[in-house]
């Protein structure tokens, strides 16, 4: 032992005293520091070394070899190699020395990287067990890397081909293990991607310590270290021939199969979540939730992996991976649509879906086809009766009839000739292909409902005007068509309600989102939905320094809430109230709708209604129903319109009902011209106060000596232990026009900023801006509140953050990848109406919400100060060493 150690101290201080461990090490910091401080040191962004270790993986595939290149080449190349064969020094000890000295600098290097997880401490709480599971994976793979690197020394004078070989050895599998698995089949892919070291060392990056990714490594180093010391001994010119080191290299390929092919084995393997959030371990919610289930349950991710980072991946793995461990009746699975060898499995999904809603789709199937069959015959009585009346409009006598007989004559004959478009739409939506995989029921039973229930409508008025008095000469013949018409009437409404009557067709609304693209389905022994991508996964949006969003997957959260919605049959209704005369579930060129938030919550099996106060009554609906107060987005003078204050009363009364409600607030006017906001009494009956004449606005620098006002904020973190606010705490929310409130239990704040005030005269242009007074101390913008009578309660100074154009804004990433910029939008929703219906436990807790680990408190010119210091501070320190310790040893 004492010949390895003297061998390997002695080989450290060769490569510290040369100027290649100086250039290594410095190369090292300097680019790790680049990364950290691009993607790691930044405001609000999540305080984890992830980004850093990933990219130095791929630094030590470059780096390693020039450490190893010159441990036995070179000093076979100067001479001295003899000098070391001859001495009384077995070649295990001397590989085993050589080795360990290369292990011994790379650790020093790796060390040399402490002061950016210092500098991390001191902005945010650091997670320390997955820092050291990123470090051990480093050490891991390098040790690797170096081992190759010393059997390719040993066998070489050159060093520049002991580099090159094992660069380029290390860079080719790992690049070619991920190309390969597309072009062979896919029972084979799984090897590629075992070999495949950068889909290792993710693991340990993440946080992640898996006893198979240890073996790996483990077997690669042993293995060629054996290598080495046999070509150390060929090197002595023994007897061992050229035949017994290539049955050695066989031999112990195939020990490396078998061993990592064991080690694959969930029987052998262990894997331990080094997170101190633990994040990739299920919470004692789902595990209880998993135990409580029956029957075979499915969760399939589709995912296309080409495009997602390969840490969400394997994170996205883990977690599922973890949901079947725990229940024997969870079947996960995780399939790329884009991948033409998944299509088999993908084919079968379908399948699988279709048989779990075969009774459902036999009866839409069998109402669709008679619906169908009731336009094609309303067609038909369309084309024979158009004639019939522009006939009867010749003979009527007074110009009234003769117009109506006319204006029927021509709507009957536009049906009569353009009634095949509209069933080209339902056949549209019926068909099934790459882009539509499963059939659009629902869409085809909304096109037939509309447009027979709009005839059956039409047709019963002039019906009515046919029966009432006509003139003599055509007062006989409308008699003898009533019944014709009668028939066909009856027949459209009695279909159109049949078509009515089949509710909610679960099958066409997954056809929908299966449509759009990725996500997760869930499937229980007879029902299923799916989760959108969007509430999955997160995505760090370059060259945007206000989006920092959490990337890991939070997929366990967000699955359990959904396995819960369809397991109980407590699911609650919502009803937009507004003031708005056309719908706000359609589609608008502004996105001022509410065509997201509807879906998102559709998406979750929630029910979701809405109640025009100027045109309709209040919708009767089951308990629980959270109703959410949307105001006008909009006000013409000072005064509240009629129909605002049609929604005040409304809000007003189901108060008085003590339903549970979501009351969302708009700056006014009024407060400024000293009269009283209706809005503020609704508040103030809550023991809640909204300064509704303020907005909080800030300055922002978006060029040189250029600032623009900004009156809309976005919100990454909470501070409230409300189940709400940690179940989004670490996702973005954006709130436009932000008003303070005061009372409740807070769910969100806006911190105070040298550049924030609250701005008296909000409605005002850039140019017309005034600064006041900055924010002091962090401002509430929305709280809760549970009365005495039970009834809860949510306010939110801010009324258009429900709209589609904040709740669904994107930006494009990666190729044709999107990343939601206001994810935090769509799950306060959710988990505010789980909230207010009382269903705490179905509201999802994320990881960040039970630790938060952020990046905060960090000023732009403290920003500079550090990268100048951690990018060209420390490996100029390196150098400066070195520079130093030469000339010391040249002096001396």
Excluded at 57 to 79: H, N
Excluded at 629 to 644: D, H, N, V
Excluded at 669 to 686: C, K, N
Aim: contains cysteine; hydrophobic residues 45%.
């Amino acid at each position: 032992m004492k010949k390895i150690i003297h061998i390997c101290m002695q080989d450290v201080w060769s490569i510290m005293v040369v100027p290649t461990g100086a250039v290594v090490a410095a190369l090292f910091t300097f680019l790790c520091g680049i990364v950290f401080m691009a993607q790691v040191l930044e405001p609000n962004a999540m305080a984890s070394m992830q980004p850093v270790f990933s990219f130095a993986a791929w630094i030590l595939l470059v780096l390693c070899p020039a450490i190893t290149m010159r441990l036995v080449a070179e000093e076979r190349r100067i001479g001295t190699w003899e000098v070391l064969l001859s001495s009384p020094i077995t070649s295990f000890e001397l590989a085993k020395g050589k080795f360990l000295s290369a292990l011994l600098f790379l650790s020093i290097t790796l060390a040399l990287t402490f002061p950016l997880v210092i500098v991390l401490e001191m902005y945010a709480d650091v997670d320390y067990g997955e820092i050291a599971s990123g470090y051990l994976g480093l050490l891991m793979l390098g040790s690797a890397v170096i081992s190759t690197g010393l059997l390719i020394s040993s066998l070489t004078t050159s060093q520049t081909v002991a580099y090159l070989v094992t660069a380029f050895f290390w860079l080719t599998m790992s690049l070619s293990m991920k190309v390969l698995p597309a072009y062979v089949p896919t029972r084979f892919a799984d090897i590629f991607y075992a070999i495949d070291p950068d889909f290792r060392i993710e693991a340990f990056s993440i946080g992640l310590i898996d006893s198979a990714n240890i073996v790996y490594f483990l077997t690669i180093s042993i293995a060629t270290g054996w290598l080495s010391i046999l070509a150390i001994e060929k090197t002595r010119q023994t007897l061992i021939r050229t035949w017994k080191f290539l049955s050695c290299l066989v031999l112990l390929f195939i020990s490396i199969i078998s061993i990592n092919g064991l080690a694959l084995q969930n029987q052998y393997r262990v894997r331990f979540d080094a997170t101190g959030s633990r994040a990739y371990t299920l919470s004692q919610e789902t595990n209880d939730l998993l135990e409580q289930i029956d029957g075979l349950w499915r969760i399939v991710v589709l995912l296309d992996d080409k495009q997602m980072q390969a840490s969400v991946v394997k994170q996205v793995d883990e977690v599922l991976r973890r949901y079947q461990d725990a229940s024997e009746n969870i079947l996960v699975q995780r399939i790329n649509p884009a991948d033409p060898q998944s299509i088999t499995e993908y084919d079968e999904l379908l399948r699988e879906l279709i048989a779990l809603y075969a009774s459902e789709l036999e009866i839409a199937n069998s109402r669709i086809e008679e619906g169908i069959k009731a336009f094609e015959d309303l067609t038909l009585f369309a084309m024979s009766t158009s004639a019939w009346s522009e006939s009867l409009a010749q003979l009527a006598t007074n110009e009234a009839e003769q117009d109506t007989l006319l204006t029927l004559a021509n709507a009957l004959a536009v049906l009569g000739q353009e009634g095949s478009l509209i069933l080209e739409e339902v056949y549209i939506a019926l068909a099934v292909h790459d882009q539509q995989p499963l059939p659009q029921i629902a869409l085809a039973r909304d096109i037939l409902v509309a447009v027979l229930g709009q005839w059956a409508s039409e047709l019963s008025e002039v019906t009515w005007w046919m029966t009432r008095e006509r003139s003599e000469d055509i007062a006989a013949i409308c008699r003898s068509e009533v019944p014709s018409f009668d028939r066909i009437v009856a027949q459209l409404k009695q279909v159109s309600q049949g078509l009515s009557d089949l509710g909610d067709l679960e099958l066409g609304q997954l056809a929908t989102q299966l449509a759009n693209g990725e996500g997760a389905i869930i499937m229980s022994p007879d029902r299923a939905t799916m989760i959108p991508a969007s509430m999955l996964f997160r995505s760090y949006v370059s060259g945007s320094s206000s989006i920092a969003v959490d990337q890991r997957f939070r997929g366990e959260q967000i699955i359990s809430s959904a396995m819960r919605s369809i397991e109980s049959n407590a699911s609650p209704v919502v009803v937009f109230v507004h003031t708005e005369p056309r719908s706000l579930f359609v589609s608008r060129g502004d996105n001022v709708d509410l065509v997201a938030a509807k879906g998102l919550l559709e998406a979750s099996r929630i029910k979701v209604l809405e109640w025009s106060t100027v045109k309709g009554e209040k919708p009767e609906t089951a308990t629980p129903t959270v109703w959410i107060l949307i105001p006008p987005t909009s006000r013409i003078g000072l005064e509240p319109s009629k129909e605002e204050l049609e929604l005040i009363q409304a809000a007003k009364q189901l108060l008085h009902e003590n339903q549970n409600i979501f009351l969302n607030f708009q700056p006014s006017l009024l407060p400024r011209y000293g009269q009283s906001d209706p809005w503020v009494t609704i508040a103030e009956s809550l023991g809640v106060f909204i300064d509704t004449g303020k907005v909080i606005a800030e300055r922002v620098a978006v060029g040189p000596n250029e600032v623009q006002i900004q009156r809309g904020q976005s919100i990454l973190e909470t501070s409230s232990q409300h189940p709400v606010a940690r179940a989004i705490d670490g996702s973005q929310l954006y709130l436009p026009l932000p008003m303070t409130l005061t009372g409740g239990v807070p769910l969100l704040h806006v911190k105070s900023n040298e550049d924030r005030w609250l701005d008296t005269y909000w409605e005002r242009q850039d140019d017309e801006v005034v600064f006041e007074n900055p924010i002091q101390n962090d401002v509430i913008v929305a709280t809760s509140v549970i009365r005495e009578e039970g009834n809860r309660v949510i306010l939110v100074g801010s009324g258009n953050w429900l709209f589609t154009w904040a709740t669904d804004r994107a930006i494009s990433v990666s190729g044709d990848g999107i990343a939601m910029l206001n994810p935090g939008n769509s799950e306060f929703l959710l988990a505010s109406i789980e909230w207010l219906a009382g269903l705490d436990h179905w509201i999802a807790v994320g990881p960040i919400g039970q630790q938060s680990r952020r990046v905060q408190g960090l000023q732009r010119s403290t920003y500079i100060v550090w990268a100048f210091t951690l990018v060209l501070g420390i490996p100029a320190l390196i150098m400066l060493i070195f520079t130093l310790f030469t000339l010391r040893r040249r002096q001396a």
